[in-house]
């Protein structure tokens, strides 16, 4: 407990400091090191269990370079902006707020990333609405509970795959449960966004003004939603994460260099460093992506999966693990706490799930309950932590208040339903 106790102070002088949370998590990764050579254990099978730890995470590493590709191949395609462009003018004053919930699930669901959702329609969800007068708290709670409801159950969410990973189930097969289980709490989080609505004022001029600036730079027709057509379809035929990925990102390079007239040389560039527009307008809204834009995510998921390791090796969480498997409450429960402590400590949304998991995985026999309890809980939970990276950023990156949490309303609702149901 010394060495926890530790790493959760080096976590608070990091968060208080401003320090990046990566260098706060190779302090952590020290300190257990240390541990680690305490328990008898030498230096070459700590670095052997820290790398399994990593290698356990390889599918999560090398999605987050697919996923970089393909945000900043539909920026350059014009598949995001086509989206943005059919989207606009069905959007009423009335429910606008509900409507930054319902497009912002849609894209994060086709995308899988809760931060590439914040960066294109978070980031243009906010612009009109502060355009409008709308609360930003309002506003920045219905994107925050919008690019969560992808990035828990998208076939190609990170998080998902890592509690499929962790739980050795699979992704097409936990989402049948994922997507039941959201019923509800999406349900009740519309009605109370739609509610939130009704006094908000008239966008129109603010949707028009955005979707010239999207016709100026791009040809807008039907064939640039290919991508995000081939990823549902693909998804629902399960033809694999990766592969559907592989192939909406060729089919986006391919509407780049014969519709938005890219050269074919600038293309490995955007791959890796994002797309970059020649306009200052378009440029605010639209830049992103890229392999590049996954480096920061990637260093924290490749240090918590070396906790991990480093955690199973020496039983450092056995004692803890005891206690919460011999008490009397009922599993949902517990799993819903530890979620919320590990959510606070870790500061982010790997460790906390795997944390949750080791701590937990002996009150669910059931390989897709556990995957079900993770995805209802820590994987949403995290997000409502002020310090934790899985809210901050996105919020930071749409220019939304911390309060924004306090209006998210579908990641309160997931885990009470949860509670309830069991």
């Known amino acids: 407990?010394?060495?926890?106790?530790?790493?959760?102070?080096?976590?608070?002088?990091?968060?208080?400091?401003?320090?990046?949370?990566?260098?706060?998590?190779?302090?952590?990764?020290?300190i257990f090191f240390t541990y680690a050579i305490k328990k008898g254990k030498g230096f070459k099978e700590i670095m052997t269990i820290s790398l399994h730890g990593i290698y356990e995470a390889r599918n999560i590493l090398t999605a987050f370079i697919l996923i970089g590709m393909l945000t900043a191949s539909w920026r350059a395609s014009g598949t995001i902006a086509s989206i943005i462009c059919y989207a606009l003018?069905?959007?009423?004053?009335?429910?606008?707020?509900a409507a930054v919930f319902v497009i912002n699930s849609l894209i994060s669901f086709l995308t899988g990333t809760s931060f590439g959702s914040a960066a294109t329609m978070g980031v243009i969800c906010m612009t009109m609405a502060n355009a409008i007068g709308i609360n930003p708290i309002l506003s920045g709670g219905a994107v925050l509970s919008g690019i969560f409801f992808g990035d828990r159950c998208s076939p190609v969410s990170t998080s998902a795959l890592l509690v499929a990973d962790l739980t050795k189930t699979k992704v097409v097969d936990n989402?049948?449960?994922?997507?039941?289980?959201?019923?509800?709490?999406?349900?009740?989080?519309?009605?109370?966004?739609?509610?939130?609505?009704?006094?908000?004022?008239?966008?129109?001029?603010?949707?028009?003004?955005?979707?010239?600036?999207?016709?100026?730079?791009?040809?807008?027709?039907?064939?640039t939603l290919i991508p995000a057509l081939l990823m549902l379809i693909l998804s629902i035929l399960r033809?694999?994460?990766?592969?559907?990925?592989?192939?909406?990102?060729?089919?986006?390079?391919?509407?780049?260099?014969?519709?938005?007239?890219?050269?074919i040389a600038d293309i490995p560039s955007m791959l890796f460093f994002g797309f970059k527009s020649s306009t200052e307008e378009l440029s605010a809204i639209m830049d992103g992506g890229g392999v590049t834009s996954m480096v920061n995510v990637a260093l924290i998921v490749a240090l918590s999966s070396s906790f991990s390791g480093i955690f199973q090796e020496t039983g450092m969480l056995d004692g803890i693990k005891e206690k919460i498997e011999s008490a009397k409450t009922r599993p949902s429960?517990?799993?819903?706490?530890?979620?919320?402590?590990?959510?606070?400590?870790?500061?982010?949304?790997?460790?906390?799930?795997?944390?949750?998991?080791?701590?937990?995985?002996?009150?669910?026999?059931?390989?897709?309950?556990?995957?079900?309890?993770?995805?209802?809980?820590?994987?949403?939970?995290?997000?409502?932590?002020?310090?934790?990276?899985?809210?901050?950023?996105?919020?930071?990156?749409?220019g939304a208040p911390a309060l924004s949490m306090a209006a998210a309303f579908y990641l309160f609702l997931l885990p009470i339903c949860y509670m309830a149901s069991k």
């Not at 003018?89 to 707020?97: A, D, E, N, S, V």
């Not at 694999?240 to 050269?263: D, H, N, P, R, W």
């Not at 995985?361 to 934790?388: C, F, H, Q, Y």
Request: proline share 4%.
């Open 1 to 30: 407990m010394l060495y926890l106790a530790i790493f959760i102070i080096v976590l608070l002088i990091s968060i208080i400091t401003g320090i990046s949370i990566v260098w706060a998590l190779v302090a952590g990764y020290f």
């Open 89 to 97: 003018p069905m959007i009423r004053p009335q429910w606008f707020l």
């Open 175 to 223: 989402i049948p449960g994922m997507m039941k289980t959201s019923i509800l709490p999406f349900v009740i989080s519309l009605a109370a966004y739609w509610l939130l609505s009704l006094t908000a004022a008239d966008i129109g001029t603010s949707s028009s003004s955005l979707s010239t600036i999207f016709y100026e730079n791009f040809d807008i027709n039907l064939p």
């Open 239 to 263: 033809l694999g994460t990766k592969k559907t990925m592989a192939v909406s990102i060729i089919s986006a390079l391919i509407i780049c260099v014969f519709l938005q007239k890219m050269e």
């Open 333 to 398: 429960v517990i799993i819903t706490l530890i979620s919320a402590v590990t959510c606070m400590i870790a500061c982010n949304q790997t460790l906390a799930t795997m944390l949750t998991h080791q701590l937990c995985s002996g009150l669910e026999n059931d390989r897709r309950k556990m995957a079900l309890a993770l995805e209802n809980t820590v994987i949403v939970i995290s997000a409502l932590v002020p310090w934790s990276i899985a809210g901050s950023v996105p919020l930071t990156v749409i």
